[in-house]
């Protein structure tokens, strides 16, 4: 009868006669005997106190081939992630903690940008993520922008976070788009060093931010774009109002200077007049006013008089401080004035954009000290909902925060909401790669009809698809204490990285938090009124 | 769910084929029932020859001693039975079950030598052809001389995959183990999957690693409310592999020296660890290095310290033990529970694997964290046989349960069994290697009560996993070490060889 183990056999029945051999040969020294006590048998130290291995049985083995063992998969439960960045909840499968964020998670080379995307329908606590995210992210030194607020969600907590808040909209704060912004202040403290180059450097980039900023709100409320001839007048306008050093100039300064038809302006429009036969210089008004006015009815529109009332037409209140947190909050604007919200929109990103430019810009001239900070666009879908127009600007924009190696946060509801002009229109491309650029993205409750965006952008798998839809739904009520339970999505996240799976976890924040602001405040004194009780929000 | 949900869903991928290796006649194995045989023949003789003391003597050994004492039930036969409780009481009484050892101990050298089995291990560390470094555990005392070496693994589980992803890991964790058994002198594998409370050491730390000192006081009162959440009530878990190499020159019984070893393993582990890292085992999977192994089993064994050794390992400043430092200085092998520095452990071993083919993820209400037994530890043990062994027991296999299945009735039970040990053989020649599998489980608790609620626990556990488990009696102390990943591979230090053993 041979058998598999014949080979094993053969091994052991020489090893163990060999065995006793040695064993015997040692008895017989003493020397030798005296050596073996320090060193433990085979089973352990024998004698009382030895612990020596006594009773030995082989567990019960069972027999079968590699193709089928390997059932008795051991991998079958994974650990959580690494311990990197702002704790953000459990893991919901295993119930292991989550950490991440997109500024940690980008020092540590486990994503190549430092930016994150969160996508989910509302009230699923996406603001609840991302402000817990900033809140957190502050203890590592990261500053968080936000460029603007609807709802106001951050409010709160950038006031408890010792930040400023800027609120923009019918009768609350002006913002001159004139207005040179933070690197102001700081050109005086440049000049005393005597670093000329630092200070032409400086200058030219605050006209370069002024005047991107009147031609981009020039651009919404015209709905067309600014021509090369129309920039120029509007650079050369800002220029003659910093020759002639006068306060910082407002629309309404702007718009009288060109109407004015001032002879410095007249040149760059390309009306260059016509010498009589007296030799007296005529100019053709009737040609400068043809090629100014779309200028002057833009600059109407945005000026004190105009549809904006005094939003952009009078003299800046508060400047952005930088160093510190800061949220523009236009929750009182209305949504459905879309050009009011995408110029509000757009003068907020654009003017968070040169802070955040400034502080770098001033790092590194060695003035402020260095921070990192994160910019927080939340409703990204808003801002380009408004006016399609402002998408390319909104690109640039992101790109630029991209370059300044700061953090940067993007949210909205769906991907669908991304689809600005058809499935492939070019628009919907840009704003489609904001998302795809994103190597983290958090995922909330969605929509089955998302799917098909979401598959071409990161491969989902359909556990994670299902996760993801299955979130979106809402809470069950309970008939008898009429009770709505939390919805089954309430702080579920899926953490995406890229195209490798993700991780779901359910969001878990301090009660610091909690008391801070809470998003559904508005609704709690309608709630009381007709359930007569509190609900305990998350 | 609509009909169409019902018939789309995929027909997952099933494992099982499990056998019992060694012939059955009626559920005795070959020796049992050839004693038995035996005895009836003398008997049957005695008859015929009308010696009627020798007779009446058969019968009444057959039906009062051999019987009740060999027949088979799930716990082992009778006699084993015996043997286990006999076996301890006679090891309790001479006090040959306790160990205390250190410097106030009964040991001769006055160190903390891991007990039992594994006080002849050494360990030593040495560096792949790759330049990373691993851990060898060396147990020179054994046939054939083996050497461990130890993987950490970072499976990152199903969560999020798609099945075909999952399939596809399962079979590479099928290629590994095959792999192992053309390595020829692979003795045993394991995986152990470990599970215990977080101490929140390593979270606090990833969390509040760069944190700025003039944070507003509302984010550090964020951070920390947060934390404080976290911290409490999560699991933690931790898995590793561990491959134990014969260290013999081929078809001798010829020692090679631990450096010779490690110079032939650090040639072939990066290949192995690479097919590792397919398996699900996380591709940052890589080998333990000798601290990493010292600072785990001394964690295992003074679970009351586990805390201090985790913090000592991740503020930087490293616990300083050594392999001499890392065992019990008090232990007692109880008949259940081993009861070592303040802690209580018990293991069990499977009894019999599911009946029918399982998916892949059979084990995972076994593996992952359980909120009633906090600290587990599951070990499920491989150990494949070459190639030429795998091709002999394969048809070995069919002829064993052909010649069961040619007694008696012709039931499901024995068709399965053919049928199974048929596909076996097929597989094998479609380049399968055969591999003896058994699962232990060791749960840790820190007192009786304690201990037999998650025992409790386990029972329903392992129910799930449609396993049937036994308490390993009489060998607490051995179990214990089993499923630690060191790589203990029990039969290597039994004296009957498996061919024997699989007949019992």
């Known amino acids: 009868m041979s058998t598999y183990l014949e080979e094993e056999q053969e091994e052991l029945t020489p090893t163990r006669a060999q ?29 009382a106190g030895g612990g020596r291995a006594n009773w030995l049985e082989s567990p019960a083995e069972w027999l079968s081939t590699s193709s089928q063992v390997c059932g008795l998969w051991p991998w079958a439960v994974g650990q959580g992630p690494p311990p990197i960045g702002v704790p953000l909840g459990r893991h919901l499968e295993t119930g292991q903690w989550v950490c991440a964020d997109p500024i940690s998670w980008f020092v540590a080379g486990l994503i ?56 923009l909209g019918p009768g609350q704060s002006h913002v001159n788009p004139l207005d040179p912004g933070p690197l102001a202040d700081y050109i005086a403290e440049l000049v005393e060093r005597g670093d000329e180059q630092k200070v032409r450097e400086c200058l030219a980039r605050i006209r370069s931010q002024r005047l991107n900023a009147i031609a981009g709100l020039l651009e919404i409320v015209l709905e067309a774009r600014i021509g090369a001839r129309e920039s ?33 302006l007249r040149v760059i429009v390309g009306d260059r007049g016509v010498v009589d036969d007296a030799g007296v210089l005529h100019y053709d008004d009737n040609k400068y006013d043809d090629r100014v006015e779309d200028l002057v009815t833009g600059l109407a529109t945005l000026d004190v008089g105009g549809i904006f009332g005094d939003t952009f037409g009078c003299p800046t209140d508060e400047r952005i401080r930088l160093g510190v947190p800061f949220v523009f909050d236009i929750s009182s604007v209305d949504e459905d004035d879309t050009m009011r919200m995408a110029a509000v929109q757009y003068l907020t990103w654009s003017q968070a954009t040169q802070a955040l430019i400034a502080a770098t810009y001033l790092t590194q001239a060695e003035i402020l000290a260095p921070s990192k900070y994160v910019m ?32 940067l946060i993007l949210c909205t509801h769906t991907m669908a909401d991304l689809n ?12 489609w790669g904001f998302v795809e650029r994103s190597d983290m993205v958090f995922m909330g409750g969605l929509s089955v009809l998302e799917m098909g965006n979401l598959q071409t952008v990161w491969a989902m798998s359909e556990t994670e698809k299902r996760d993801v839809t299955g979130w979106s739904d809402l809470g069950a009520i309970d008939p008898d204490s009429e009770e ?18 993700g991780i779901p976890f359910s969001s878990v924040i301090s009660d610091a938090e909690k008391e801070v602001g809470d998003t559904n405040a508005r609704w709690q004194g309608h709630r009381d009124r007709l359930f007569g009780h509190d609900e305990d929000e998350q | 769910m609509s009909v169409e949900g019902l018939t789309a869903e995929p027909l997952r991928r099933k494992y099982g084929n499990f056998r019992r290796p060694g012939f059955r006649l009626f559920r005795i194995s070959l020796l049992p029932a050839t004693a038995v045989f035996v005895t009836v023949v003398i008997a049957v003789f005695a008859l015929m020859l009308e010696q009627w003391w020798v007779c009446l003597l058969a019968v009444v050994l057959l039906a009062v001693v051999e019987l009740p004492l060999l027949w088979p039930s799930p716990g082992g036969a009778r006699y084993v039975r015996l043997g286990r409780w006999g076996s301890h009481r006679l090891a309790q009484r001479a006090g040959r079950n306790v160990l205390l050892q250190g410097p106030v101990g009964k040991t001769p050298d006055g160190l903390l030598r891991l007990p039992g089995l594994a006080a002849q291990t050494q360990l030593s560390e040495h560096t792949t052809s790759l330049g990373d470094p691993f851990g060898l555990i060396s147990w020179p005392k054994t046939a054939g001389n083996l050497h461990t070496v130890v993987m950490h693994a970072h499976p990152t589980g199903t969560t999020g995959r798609d099945q075909s992803t999952v399939d596809g890991m399962v079979a590479q964790h099928g290629a590994l183990l095959r792999l192992l058994g053309e390595q020829l002198d692979v003795v045993g594998a394991a995986a152990v999957v470990q599970t215990s409370p977080d101490s929140g050491l390593r979270l606090r730390r990833g969390a509040m690693r760069g944190v700025v000192d003039d944070a507003p006081e509302f984010a550090r009162a964020a951070m920390e409310g947060t934390l404080a959440k976290l911290t409490s009530g999560s699991p933690a878990l931790q898995a590793a592999f561990t491959i134990t190499f014969k260290g013999t020159k081929p078809g001798t019984n010829t020692a090679i020296s631990t450096e010779e070893i490690a110079r032939d393993l650090g040639a072939r582990l990066p290949f192995i660890l690479g097919q590792a890292r397919l398996t699900g085992a996380g591709a940052t999977a890589r080998w333990a290095t000798a601290q990493q192994i010292v600072d785990h089993t001394a964690a295992a064994y003074n679970a009351t310290a586990a805390a201090d050794i985790e913090a000592a390992v991740l503020d930087g400043s490293g616990t300083g033990l050594t392999w001499t430092d890392v065992g019990p200085g008090h232990a007692v092998a109880e008949y259940e529970d081993y009861v070592h520095d303040g802690a209580l452990s018990r293991t069990w071993v499977w009894v019999r694997p599911p009946q029918s083919a399982e998916t892949e993820d059979i084990l995972a209400g076994l593996l992952q964290p359980h ?9 499920i043990q491989y150990r494949p046989l070459t190639p030429e062994a795998s091709q002999a027991g394969a048809s070995q296999g069919v002829r064993e349960t052909n010649f069961g299945g040619s007694v008696g009735r012709f039931g499901a039970a024995k068709a399965r069994d053919v049928q199974f040990a048929k596909k076996a053989e097929q597989e094998e020649s479609e380049g399968a290697v055969l591999v003896r599998a058994s ?8 007192s009786r009560e304690e201990l037999e609620d998650a025992a409790q626990a386990v029972r329903q556990v392992v129910r799930r996993s449609h396993l049937s488990v036994r308490v390993a009696r009489g060998m607490s102390d051995t179990a214990f070490l089993a499923t630690l990943p060191l790589g203990l591979v029990i039969p290597q230090f039994l004296p009957v060889p498996d061919r024997v053993r699989d007949q019992l």
């Open chain 1, 484 to 501: 709505v339970a939390t919805p089954q999505g309430q702080g579920k996240f899926l953490l995406k990285l890229g195209r490798s799976p």
């Open chain 1, 112 to 167: 190549n940008a430092p930016t994150c995307f969160v996508l989910g329908r509302m009230g699923l606590g996406k603001s609840r993520l991302i402000r817990h995210l900033i809140t957190c992210m502050r203890n590592y030194g990261v500053i968080p922008l936000v460029m603007s607020d609807t709802r106001p969600d951050y409010v709160d907590d950038v006031r408890a976070l010792g930040g400023q808040v800027i609120s």
């Open chain 2, 371 to 379: 909120h009633r037994i906090p600290h587990k530890r599951v070990s």
């Open chain 1, 232 to 264: 120029n007048v509007l650079a050369k306008a800002i220029d003659i109002f910093d020759d002639e050093g006068e306060d910082i100039p407002v629309i309404g300064d702007l718009l009288r200077l060109i109407e004015s038809r001032d002879p410095r």
């Open chain 1, 376 to 407: 927080v666009g939340d409703e990204l879908y808003r801002a380009l909902r408004a006016l399609p127009l402002v998408v390319r600007r909104v690109d640039s924009i992101i790109r630029m925060i991209r370059r300044l190696d700061s953090g």
């Open chain 1, 420 to 431: 600005l002009d058809g499935v492939d229109g070019p628009l919907t491309k840009i704003a």
């Open chain 1, 19 to 47: 065995r006793r051999a040695a064993e015997a040969r040692s008895r017989k020294s003493p020397l030798v005997r005296a050596v073996r006590r320090a060193e433990p048998t085979a089973r352990g130290w024998s004698g």
């Open chain 2, 439 to 446: 699962v232990m489980i060791t749960v840790t608790a820190f």
